[in-house]
């Protein structure tokens, strides 16, 4: 069980490239999520998903997309990178229950993106 | 979104008790979460609370919550080495759709 996996760790990217972040799941977790985390500012919502086929902006959707076709993946697209999006990039699913709503949300480990 | 409030740097002995404070804003929230960050890594979670509670328990580690003055707070008892690491508040609630805000992180030092 390898819970939530992220790829790649590392990228640099030239502005204006664009690529394409992986997450996966093996929990066969309905709700994935997709954050950013920037020093002195915690971690902001990109975008969510709270089931294949379903997706909705978060609180920093801009100049992201993402696509959920299969519930075990929930790839992030940058389209157009800019230095802006330097950051490091978390993935993070979590199933429902009954009593919360939705469980505590399960990380991946990161992926470290570096825009020059 | 909602406010999530840390401060950003911890320093205590080993040995000594760790306590990391938050604040927030979410009148409707309904579960309230501590992670730990160690470095490299994802965030882990380590404890969370019913809005209907004042504090839970469990080993180590103390979580208290003030609901009318919406502060949680983590008290870590006999802080160890591997302790170091950056912890983070959460909160969720019925007035933010399910989803999760997150405090900034309060960096934890842990001096031998």
């Known amino acids: 069980n390898a819970g939530v996996t992220q790829t790649p760790k590392f990228q640099v990217l030239k502005t204006g490239q664009s690529m394409t972040l992986q997450c996966a799941q093996d929990?066969?977790?309905?709700?994935m999520s997709w954050y950013r985390q920037d020093p002195g500012m915690g971690l902001r919502l990109i975008h969510y998903s709270v089931g294949a086929g379903i997706t909705d902006q978060g609180e920093v959707p801009n100049g992201y997309n993402v696509s959920r076709s299969t519930t075990e993946d929930f790839p992030l697209r940058l389209l157009s990178a800019a230095p802006s999006q330097t950051s490091v990039y978390f993935c993070?699913?979590?199933?429902?229950?009954?009593?919360?709503?939705?469980?505590?949300?399960?990380f991946g480990n990161g992926t470290r993106l570096t825009v020059t | 979104g909602e406010d999530v409030e840390q401060s950003l740097f911890l320093s205590v002995r080993e040995g000594d008790s760790s306590v990391i404070n938050c604040t927030y804003t979410?009148?409707?929230?309904?579960?309230l979460y501590w992670y730990k960050q160690e470095p490299g890594a994802g965030l882990q979670l380590l404890t969370y609370i019913f809005s209907n509670m004042d504090m839970k328990q469990d080993q180590r580690l103390t979580v208290l919550l003030n609901k009318k003055d919406k502060h949680l707070s983590l008290r870590i008892a006999d802080t160890q080495t591997g302790d170091s690491a950056i912890y983070f508040c959460a909160e969720k609630g019925w007035n933010t759709g399910n989803q999760f805000y997150f405090g900034t992180g309060t960096s934890l030092t842990v001096i031998p």
């Open positions: 929990m066969n977790h309905e709700y």
């Open positions: 993070a699913s979590s199933y429902r229950s009954s009593g919360q709503g939705i469980s505590p949300l399960h």
């Open positions: 979410d009148s409707s929230s309904t579960y």
